[in-house]
């Protein structure tokens, strides 16, 4: 495997090792038929026997572990490992789940299509880059944080374990997803995230920047959504920019599409009228791979042999995207099995004994104490006794993107492990009401058993089976079984909702379905099958065990009490569904309360994908701590970190928020003006980003700069003494923020420029420094569309988390003064505002270019574009486009300084891609520096200005 064929100058030049990779793979290209290189457009491309070229597929799933394939050594979440803010350690996972990766290629049988379609891929779709914007998102358990610059450092770190150090070969090839601007599922195909210049520049690309120019990522995933109004998989900020930051790395990019995003440009989103059109689209933006209509490839590779045809594509075209697949494929590899320094793995690396391991260790740096009145480590010499209750009290669950759980150390029983050496015990209670449901109409009992109920939030409840231990769900003939061991599947059909019909008589309804169950009165089948209320059968609920009491007595009778709550990942926010709100689930927060009124030693412990408001938990208990649901080692982990084996060391990758506050809109993307993340949310928090505590006391001091100024192109350094004041050993996160002073823009409250976590012996000092380039102070500057460093004053600020400032160094940035956007003679694109007020960002072709509407037509909406130089202006010419309609007419006002200075007429123009240029002159010349405003009213479309002078 080390050393090259004597006969390789005999071999074919795309197998011969010896030469430059672009040559093999242009001959390889050169040597395939025109039919051959379309059919590897397709996600599953087939072999070329004659070529000895074997087939490929794109894409095996491993945000977390290897996932979808069998049973694979499960990680925390990404959320997870997120908040480890642990670089090493998240490189350490994705090397495990790189190599177990490599031996599910080589020793097991594809769990996807037959092995004629190729073994299971060595393209790792991992990991997620999409910012944790909204806490209310359905996936918010594949992302690592709110903040840029952390998800960036994570996912590099994940990326560069993925793909290995080997210097030719890549033991994966790691994809990023989902590019771009993608945090709703809710009609996630059809809506548009909104972005304007500074919120892509400054927060949504700049996760997948770094990343992508450190050639860490081999290629990257389009998503969903259309951003600005146009779908992510023509968008041309593929080329523009991800394929723009690969160039340094001298690898291009190997894009693929999201599963049946192709053709959702069709239907559902209706934005081209053929899917050859859109395909052809599709490719000509940079989408190499179409994974579309899965195995049948047949119907993909028709429509783009139809684009060429028509003219829509050309073979340049193809051969683009084909080079790229064939580029990643030479680099696993695949062309040179004598030389790839990974074919030696073996099967006894899935979950080796070094992987568990590595599980346990993950699970407890990323686990989080986000408050402690003293309880916590809990002295077991002192508390023998500790009851374990909650729905999430000794269960593990998979997510949609993990792998099977090769064995399930829950809490409880991670606990009675830990505590049984010292003559511990541990009570776990599931704190679940057992009931019984019996027909009115038969007065038979439903599934002939007793059902324990957990609430889930939202009204969806699951119903588990007292004898076998198995879920109710709705079978494909509507009716009801208790048959599933557990919840891990596309359709959930497990949730209920059972609504009150009356003194101890409810109505069992489907979510899946939203029909009511009925009774056939002749047989007494029960079926899933009532549209309304009126027809659905009425059954007596009768309560076996009271959860609640049982629960009561077990935490009255211990010495500390364990609560375990938070969500089941494939229930109420998931993919394609978001969560409607941050509440914990009513049920749960009733048993919290009534646990910790009997016993006042209450520890919560939230398992879950996202946040939740918790705060009554925050006032009245004296110790909570999150973890993201942590993969097969969480109970020995978590049992570690409560009784003080090992130090919470983690912190939040994402702002928790308050109950009472009122979170922005899902789909307002504008984080600046909505005031999203700690960047620039207004109110106060439950818990801040980054916040974490320590079971040791970790102090900051003798803060220093290199140098008090620095140019617009230089950089300073930051060095700060970190000591350990404790008597344990522990860690912390240094986190270093950046705050711009009396800035001409809305500046974010701070930026997180840096952080390191350090791990300190009691009473060790530790020296660190932080190189800060200017660049860390930069802004998006709309008014010459590139990144600028302004003169002036900032802050550079040690803290423990956004709102715990610990040390606040103050910097200047020395430079010339900006001057005020000069802009007559010159066209203004619309989007490059400064603010807004109920715009709506759209697309302004189907191929590039944005433009701006009025959120409601029938409202006027404004831009405004501070400090303007309109010296000489005498005319204004504007770009519209108006399809028509019943709104009246329409027309644009100019304002300067507050006055308004023309009013332009809005033709129509018949269709929302035709543009025409109209122009009016100023009521009188302009002098001077102004703010202007431009205040749409009607139907219409804006995509740019231009004042023009006299003459």
């Known amino acids: ?54 087939p490929f597929r794109t894409g095996s799933e491993g945000l977390h572990g290897v996932s979808w394939l069998g049973v694979a050594t499960v990680f925390p979440q990404a959320v997870g490992l997120g908040a480890s803010w642990d670089e090493d350690l998240v490189r350490g996972v994705a090397e495990a789940v790189s190599t177990e990766l490599r031996a599910f290629h080589y020793h097991r049988s594809p769990a996807v299509g037959s092995p004629e379609r190729g073994p299971n891929s060595l393209q790792a779709w991992a990991p997620v880059l999409n910012l944790l914007r909204d806490p209310r998102w359905g996936r918010n ?67 997948f920047r770094p990343v992508v120019a450190s050639g860490a990522a081999t290629g990257a995933m389009a998503a969903y959504n259309l951003v600005n109004g146009r779908p992510c998989h023509v968008s041309p900020l593929i080329e523009v920019e991800l394929r723009r930051w690969a160039r340094q790395t001298g690898h291009e990019l190997f894009v693929v599409s999201d599963a049946e995003a192709p053709s959702n440009l069709v239907d559902p989103e209706h934005y081209f009228d053929d899917h050859a059109e859109g395909h052809a689209a599709a490719l000509k933006a940079g989408i190499d791979n179409f994974t579309d209509h899965g195995e049948d490839s047949a119907t993909v590779i028709g429509r783009l042999r139809e684009a060429l045809d028509r003219g829509l594509i050309e073979e340049v075209d193809v051969d683009r995207a084909v080079r790229r697949q064939l580029e990643v494929r030479l680099r696993l590899g695949e062309f040179d099995p004598e030389l790839d320094p990974y074919t ?30 003293g309880l916590l480590p809990i002295d077991a010499a002192r508390a023998p006794r500790i009851a374990v209750i909650g729905p999430l009290a000794d269960t593990l669950f998979e ?51 007793a059902f324990d109920v957990t609430d889930w939030g939202g009204g969806a409840t699951t119903l588990r089976a007292a004898d076998t231990g198995r879920l109710l769900s709705l079978q494909d003939d509507d009716g009801l079984a208790a048959g599933q061991d557990v919840i891990k599947s596309w359709f959930i059909k497990e949730t209920f909702r ?172 504008d984080i600046i003006k909505a005031g999203w993340t700690y960047q620039y949310h207004r109110g106060a928090t439950l818990y801040p980003f980054g916040h974490g505590l320590s079971y040791t006391d970790v102090a900051y001091r003798d803060p220093r700069l290199s140098q008090p100024s620095i140019g617009p192109d230089g950089a300073v350094d930051l060095t700060v003494t970190v000591e350990n004041r404790g008597r344990r050993v522990g860690s912390d996160v240094v986190q270093v923020y950046v705050r711009a002073l009396n800035a001409r823009y809305e500046a974010p409250r701070l930026r ?43 802050e550079v600020v040690v803290a423990r988390s956004a709102e715990d400032e610990v040390l606040v160094v103050p910097l200047t940035v020395t430079g010339a003064a900006p001057t005020p956007r000069a802009i007559v003679g010159r066209s203004v694109q619309a989007i490059d505002f400064d603010d807004h007020t109920d715009i709506t960002i759209v697309d302004a072709t189907r191929a590039d270019g944005d433009a701006v509407t009025p959120t409601d037509p029938g409202q006027p909406a404004t831009l405004l574009f501070r400090e303007v130089d309109l010296s000489g202006a005498v005319r204004v010419e504007v770009e519209t486009a108006r399809e028509g309609g019943e709104t009246g007419p329409a027309r644009l006002d100019v304002r300067a300084g507050g006055r308004v200075v023309a009013e332009v007429g809005v033709p129509v123009t018949g269709d929302r891609y035709a543009w025409t240029t109209v122009a009016a002159d100023l009521a009188a010349p302009l002098d001077g520096v102004h703010d202007l405003s431009l205040t749409l009213r009607g139907d219409y479309r804006l995509s740019s200005f231009r004042f023009g002078a006299a003459g």
């Not at 793995?345 to 402690?372: C, F, M, Q, W, Y």
């Not at 394609?576 to 927060?589: F, K, N, S, V």
């Not at 660190?768 to 200017?774: E, I, Q, S, V």
């Open 1 to 54: 495997m080390s050393s090259v064929p004597v006969s390789a100058a005999d071999l074919p030049a795309f197998r011969n090792p010896t030469l430059a990779p672009r040559k093999r793979v242009d001959d390889l290209l050169q040597r395939l038929t025109l039919d051959e290189r379309l059919a590897m457009l397709h996600q599953y491309a087939p072999a070329v026997p004659r070529l000895g070229v074997g």
């Open 344 to 373: 030696g793995i073996g099967p006894e690396v899935i979950d080796s004994p070094e992987h568990r391991s590595l599980a346990r260790r993950a699970a407890a740096e990323s686990t989080v104490l986000l408050k402690n009145d």
């Open 141 to 207: 358990e594949e992302g690592y944080s709110e903040d840029p610059v952390h998800t960036a450092r994570v996912g590099e770190a994940f990326c560069w374990g993925l793909s290995g150090d080997h210097p030719a070969y890549l033991r994966t090839a790691p994809v990023l997803k989902h590019f771009l601007a993608y945090n709703n599922e809710d009609d996630r195909c059809t809506t548009s995230s909104g972005v304007r210049p500074r919120v892509l520049q400054e927060y949504d690309l700049a996760a």
């Open 752 to 794: 997180l420029a840096d952080f390191r976590k350090v791990r300190l012996e009691p009473g060790e000092s530790r020296e660190l420094t932080f190189r800060l380039p200017a660049e860390r102070f930069a802004h998006w500057d709309v008014a010459t569309g590139a990144f600028a460093v302004d003169p002036g004053g900032y």
């Open 498 to 669: 059972i609504e009150p019909d009356g003194p101890d008589t409810v109505l069992l309804r489907s979510v899946f379905t939203g029909r009511y169950a009925a009774v056939d009165p002749t047989d007494g089948r029960v079926s899933v099958t009532a549209e309304s209320a009126e027809d659905a059968e009425r059954w007596q609920r009768e309560l076996v065990r009271d959860g609640i009491a049982e629960a009561r007595a077990a935490a009255a009778n211990a010495d500390v009490a364990v609560v375990v709550l938070g969500n089941h990942p494939l229930i109420n926010g998931r993919e394609t569904e978001d969560r409607a709100d941050i509440d914990l689930p009513e049920g749960q927060e009733e048993l919290l309360r009534a646990v910790a009124e009997a016993r006042p030693d209450t520890a919560l412990v939230v398992m879950s994908s996202y946040p939740y408001a918790l705060d009554w938990a925050d006032e009245h208990l004296p110790a909570v701590v999150w973890t993201s649901h942590g993969g097969q080692e969480t109970g020995h982990a978590l049992a570690a970190v409560l009784l003080g084996g090992a130090e919470p060391a983690g912190r939040l990758p994402q702002t928790w928020y308050r109950g009472d506050d009122p979170l922005p809109a899902p789909l307002d993307y």
């Open 399 to 449: 997510d949609w993107y993990s792998g099977t759980l090769p064995y399930r150390v829950g809490i409880a029983t991670g606990l009675a492990a830990a505590l049984g050496a010292h003559g511990g015990e541990v009570v776990p209670v599931e704190g679940a009401d057992r009931i019984t449901l019996r027909s009115r109409t038969t007065g038979e009992l439903l599934g002939k058993s």
